[in-house]
C-alpha cells in the first residue's frame, strides 16, 4: 500500500505562488548596503532561506504588489536569490533572474539565477538568464536543445518541443557608488505558500 505524504506524516512544503522583485542598497558598512537592497525590494522583514531553482507546477506568477500584501514580518520565507555588490566607484554590477514555464500547469518550470555580475548591462543579463531558463526547461525533452538560437528579445510566449512555455525575468543593475561604498542589488523570485 502506498501513502500520501499527508497520510505518512512527511510535510511537503510545495509553493503555490511566486513574485519577482529587486532592489539596489548603498552604505558605507557591507551588510547594511544588503539590508537596504532588501528594503528597496519591499521584502526586508522576512527572514530568506535561498532555494534552487524549480517552480511547482501549477505554481502561479503573481504581481509584486499583491505578492508583498502576502507576507508577513519575520517569516521565514523560500527565494530565489541573485546579488551583486561593488564598493569601485562608477563600477557596473548587475543580478538577474530568468523563468521558464510550461503552461501547462501539470509540468514543472525553471528559474535561473545571474549574480556576482560585473561590467555588464542589464539587457545582456536579462537575455542570459532566460536563455538559461529555457535550456535548463527544453533540455529535459531534447537534451540537445540551445537556448541561444530561439531567444527573441522582448518576446514572452514561446513554442518548444511542442509546448507552450512562457519566459519572464527581473534583472536589477546599479554603478557604483562614490567614496568607496558598497553598492548591492538584489533580484528575488519569492514563493508564496497557502495555509
Known amino acids: 500500500m502506498v501513502l500520501s505524504l499527508q497520510q505518512s506524516g512527511i510535510m511537503a512544503i510545495v509553493p503555490t505562488h511566486f513574485f519577482f522583485t529587486k532592489g ?16 528597496d525590494a519591499g521584502v526586508h522583514t522576512c527572514n530568506f532561506i535561498k532555494t534552487s531553482s524549480v517552480i511547482p507546477p501549477g505554481c502561479k506568477l503573481i504581481s509584486r504588489e499583491e505578492g508583498i500584501k502576502l507576507l508577513r514580518s519575520g517569516q521565514i520565507t523560500f527565494a530565489i536569490m541573485a546579488q551583486s555588490q561593488t564598493n569601485e566607484p562608477g563600477q557596473i ?6 523563468m521558464a514555464q ?58 518548444l518541443e511542442g509546448r507552450d512555455v512562457l ?27 497557502e495555509n
Open 24 to 39: 539596489t542598497g548603498v552604505h558605507q558598512k557591507g551588510m547594511r548596503a544588503f539590508e537596504e537592497a532588501l528594503r
Open 93 to 98: 554590477i548587475t543580478a538577474g533572474i530568468g
Open 102 to 159: 510550461p503552461k501547462d500547469k501539470t509540468e514543472h518550470g525553471f528559474l535561473t539565477e545571474a549574480e556576482e555580475i560585473i561590467g555588464r548591462t542589464a539587457e545582456d543579463v536579462e537575455q542570459d538568464v532566460i536563455e538559461m531558463a529555457i535550456e535548463n526547461l527544453v533540455t529535459q525533452w531534447n537534451p540537445k536543445f540551445d537556448g541561444e538560437k530561439v531567444f527573441r528579445k522582448g518576446k514572452k510566449n514561446y513554442k
Open 167 to 193: 519566459v519572464d525575468s527581473i534583472v536589477q543593475s546599479a554603478q557604483g557608488a562614490e567614496k568607496n561604498q558598497f553598492t548591492i542589488v538584489v533580484a528575488l523570485a519569492v514563493f508564496i505558500y
